[in-house]
């Protein structure tokens, strides 16, 4: 086992994703993932592609942009322990975001679609495990995007009005 291995099993160890794994699970996840780098502004994901694989921060952030270059609006920040990628990996349908990374060396664990399918059937804990973890992202994602749209509806048209 690599030191970088090691590194990344003790940094997953400390994330939601792996809280009910055991050392030997998380190493195991490991093994069907690729770690990837970015440089800043560089494209993780482009809006209208079908999602083949997800992503788990490891280091640095990734923003999701909707729109094209002339109007973009910043809708989610990705840090460090946080998943991207899910939506469109889960319902196979283009997604509407685009995925870009805010500095250099960002760092993901990359999760195939075809690794997925293999570590469904011949480890189904774990994929169980990645499953609930995308869906408290998809809600940590959603609870920040309600937040935004109820905060700027404030502002702009006023206490209880629409």
């Known amino acids: 086992m690599t030191s970088g291995k090691i590194d990344l099993a003790a940094f997953l160890n400390q994330q939601y994703l792996c809280e009910a794994l055991t050392v030997k699970e ?6 069907y993932t690729e770690l990837v780098s970015y440089r800043k502004s560089e494209i993780i994901a482009d809006v209208g592609d079908v999602g083949e694989a997800l992503y788990f921060v490891i280091t640095g952030e990734a923003v999701l942009i909707f729109g094209g270059a002339d109007a973009e609006t910043e809708v989610g920040r990705m840090k460090e322990g946080e ?5 469109s990996f889960f319902d196979r349908k283009p997604r509407s975001v685009q995925m870009r990374a805010t500095r250099d060396n960002t760092q993901l664990l990359k999760l195939t679609r075809v690794k997925y399918e293999r570590l469904r059937i011949e480890h189904p804990f774990i994929a169980v495990n990645l499953l609930e973890h995308a869906i408290v992202s998809l809600d940590h994602l959603f609870r920040r995007v309600t937040m935004d749209v109820a905060t700027y509806s404030q502002y702009f ?6």
């Open 83 to 87: 998943l991207i990628g899910e939506m």
């Open 26 to 31: 998380v190493q195991i996840l490991l093994d």
């Open 157 to 162: 048209y006023g206490p209880g009005k629409r």
